[in-house]
């Protein structure tokens, strides 16, 4: 069992740069694939980014490539996700994942999700 609890969200600007986390506790962080997610209102949940459990290969969502980047600490259970150059679009209930995907871009593949946190840009 996992439990996942995101922090990190808030209001900000178009421009500004936001940094997640996603505290991981239970047992055997370093062997899951760790991923986030995003849902803005009305919208489908839509894959962000992930990491492999070794952490060698990284995964991006094609509208965040070179503004967003996923990590871990893997001495602190924690991924985190830095966000710069926010656009508005970004708005949305950001949601960390934890699972053992063989496609990582696939929402279902992933047994243990957060409550999400909140992360809103204004224009």
């Known amino acids: 069992q996992v439990q996942l609890v995101e922090s990190g969200g808030g209001l900000v600007q178009a421009g500004d740069s936001l940094r997640l986390s996603c505290a991981a506790s239970g047992r055997a962080f370093d062997t899951y694939t760790m991923a986030w997610f995003r849902q803005a209102p009305g919208m489908e949940r839509e894959f962000v980014a992930a990491l492999r459990s070794s952490g060698a290969s990284t995964y991006y969502a094609d509208f965040v490539k070179g503004r967003f980047t996923i990590s871990k600490d893997s001495a602190k259970s924690t991924v985190y996700l830095q966000m710069n150059s926010l656009k508005s679009e970004d708005t949305a209930i950001y949601y960390c994942?934890?699972?053992?995907?063989?496609?990582?871009?696939?929402?279902?593949?992933?047994?243990?999700w957060g409550q999400g946190t909140q992360v809103t840009v204004s224009s």
């Open positions: 994942a934890a699972g053992l995907p063989f496609e990582v871009r696939n929402g279902a593949s992933y047994r243990y």
